[in-house]
């Protein structure tokens, strides 16, 4: 218990009120009687202040969280004493979550339950604790003392990549409708070759998909429709070297990329498709085999959870020679990486062609949004001339390395990140239709 700093106020000023009686007899009594007024408040509001079993805090928060949105909390306090309760509360979240004020004022009736709301932002994926809840309670008379609590509420959770976002593509990936997304819409049928069902011929329809003998028993045109193929292979490669700790809207490109990863491979999979996945930097460091069982996306966002960027070179080789020897069947395998210049687009080639033409190579890479600005700003300075420049000659290399790509074969997706994974679930429906794998 602690005295406030009203009643330290109070302390001090009567104090010298008393002090001053020596000189005026009046102010003597009126100091002394004061004091003990305050002293018999004091005990009033100590004799009234709850125990600590007499207070019931919890707190509500999911054991999984998505890692750069809002996701919420809940702090519950149930007041069981007899008494009104003047309270502060205060929350103790992961220092590393962005968040709002954690810090609430109330009072709460007897046998009253209210409960407290805040957002989180966590900027990072991984393993968090959320400890102590912090709560102050006043006096009930004038608020002359305070008295803390502590509840110990030690919470473990796991930041995972964005699982929030399936659900935004999901029914669109699905039904083919992407102008929510600001993508092209890309056909469904047609284009596959799996047998789906016959119908009447339209003006849009190829005629080498008019089906003759049903034609002539029913007396019309009719055309048949196809689906594309299932039970395909999906790998998913993750580059988890330096290039990829970069920072573009708020998360890192190896974060941007685990979050169109896994929102792909709920796509794939709903789409009947195997999907597997392998993180890389300087070796490997997590490989899943490729298959379609409902727990996958559960296994693939569990092995994703906690990836971390590495400040060491990539080794496209030594992945790409686990890939060949832990997977044999022929795959689209989409490469979450980065590379900024010819010589290490060279060094990617070299490795690519290993795996082509037995796999087809889908290329991810994002823009850069600050070497961007820098081009498009306006010069002010002498600095801002040789800003410009090597900005621009970076991404004038970079363009060299990515053409160099493409002339080999390799699909190359260069978005921005924000775009990641709708270019990447379209670029993967389209390549479906055009019965590429």
Known sequence: MTFTPRTIFLLIFFSLLTVSGFAIDELLYIGIVAALLLFAAIC???????????????????SKLALGVENSVKIYVENRSVSELKMMIHDEPPDEFAMRSVNFEATLRPREI????????????????????????????????????????LMPVKVYPNFKAIK????????????????????????????????????????????????????????????VERSQNVMILIDAGRLMGGVSMGLSKLDHAINAALVLSDIAIKKNDNVGILVFSKTVQSFLAPKKTRTQLSFIAERLYNVKSELVESDYASAFEYL????????????????????????????????????????????????????????????DVYQKAAAAE?????????????SHGAIVLDVLPENLSSEVINKYIEIKNKNRL
């Open 44 to 62: 009033f509001e100590f004799w009234f202040m709850p125990n600590q079993d007499q207070i019931i805090v919890w707190r509500k928060v999911a």
């Open 114 to 153: 209210r409960s407290f709301y805040y957002e989180i932002h966590p900027n990072h994926r991984g393993d968090f604790v959320f400890h102590n809840v912090n709560l102050s309670c006043y006096g009930i008379l004038f608020g002359l003392i305070q008295k803390r609590y502590i509840f110990s509420l």
């Open 168 to 227: 935004k593509f999901e029914l669109t990936a699905l039904r083919g409708k992407w102008m929510q997304s600001g993508t092209r819409p890309v056909r469904q049928f047609g284009q596959g070759t799996e047998y789906e069902s016959l119908r009447e011929y339209s003006p849009d329809d190829e005629y080498r998909n008019i089906n003759w003998n049903a034609s002539a028993r029913m007396a019309k045109l009719i055309t048949t429709q196809y689906q």
């Open 324 to 383: 060949r020897q832990k997977h044999k069947r022929r795959s689209l395998i989409v490469m979450f990486t980065e590379f900024l210049d010819r010589y290490s687009s060279q060094i990617l080639i070299h490795n690519v062609s290993v795996m082509y033409p037995k796999h087809l190579p889908l290329c991810v890479l994002m823009k850069d949004h600050s070497l961007n600005m820098i081009v498009n700003q306006a010069i002010e300075s002498k600095d």
């Open 394 to 406: 970076l991404l004038e290399e970079r363009e060299q390395a990515i053409a160099f790509v493409r």
